[in-house]
């Protein structure tokens, strides 16, 4: 089991442009999120998925979308970039909902915008 | 206003010290999460506490859940160079809610 990919690990945008953060797991999780990391913060959820078909806002959903077409993928898509996207991008998965099972981590995705 | 607030921020001490961080809230938790993130990586799950008053040991790492439920604390003795990193406290107030991280305590060991 490869657990939780994420590509690219690094990348570097312009503001406006736009780009997909790909996020996949082996592991035949229902469950699926996407999180950001700032510096000296904790993780803040962007969007979640319960399912194949079935997406929700988190915490701070402005400036991302998500879909999730298949129980493996869950991509991350920023459509105009701005400096304030500048951050650590995690995906997770859990077998269950949240709290109920451990929830795996990918090894993230580093975004700088200038 | 953060939900779980952790405590220390930063800590380091010498290998072979005990420490204790904390993780602090005004709101009940039906459960909280200690995860352990090293650089450049995500982090990962070190246990779970759904019980009030429980307790839970892992090799030298001892948790506690506050007998109230809105607190949480990690116990480390005899600290070695491998515990370094960032630890993160997360919980869910009602079962099916979505989980809240603490901003972390960055715990640096010294040889």
């Known amino acids: 089991n490869a657990g939780v990919t994420q590509t690219p690990k690094f990348r570097i945008l312009k503001i406006g442009q736009s780009m997909t953060l790909q996020c996949a797991q082996d592991?035949?999780?229902?469950?699926m999120y996407w999180y950001r990391q700032d510096p000296g913060m904790g993780l803040k959820l962007i969007y979640y998925?319960?399912?194949?078909?079935?997406?929700d806002k988190g915490e701070v959903p402005n400036g991302y979308n998500v879909s999730r077409s298949t129980t493996e993928d869950f991509p991350l898509r920023l459509e105009l970039a701005a400096p304030s996207q500048t951050s650590v991008y995690f995906c997770?998965?859990?077998?269950?909902?949240?709290?109920?099972?451990?929830?795996?981590f990918g090894p993230g995705t580093r975004l700088t915008v200038l | 206003t953060q939900l779980l607030e952790q405590s220390p921020q930063f800590l380091s001490i010498q290998e072979g010290e005990n420490l204790t961080v904390y993780c602090n809230s005004s709101?009940?938790?039906?459960?909280l999460q200690w995860y352990r993130q090293e650089p450049g990586e995500g982090p990962v799950l070190l246990v779970t506490?759904?019980?009030?008053?429980e307790v839970k040991k892992l090799k030298r790492l001892t948790f506690q859940f506050g007998d109230a439920r809105k607190d949480s604390s990690l116990h480390i003795t005899a600290a070695q160079t491998g515990d370094t990193g960032l630890y993160l406290c997360?919980?869910?107030?009602?079962?099916?809610?979505?989980?809240?991280f603490g901003k972390g305590t960055r715990l640096h060991i010294l040889p």
């Open positions: 592991m035949n999780h229902n469950y």
């Open positions: 997360a919980g869910e107030r009602n079962r099916d809610d979505k989980i809240i």
């Open positions: 506490v759904v019980t009030g008053g």
């Open positions: 709101s009940v938790f039906s459960s």
């Open positions: 997770a998965s859990s077998p269950l909902g949240p709290g109920s099972n451990e929830q795996f």
């Open positions: 998925s319960v399912g194949a078909g079935i997406t």
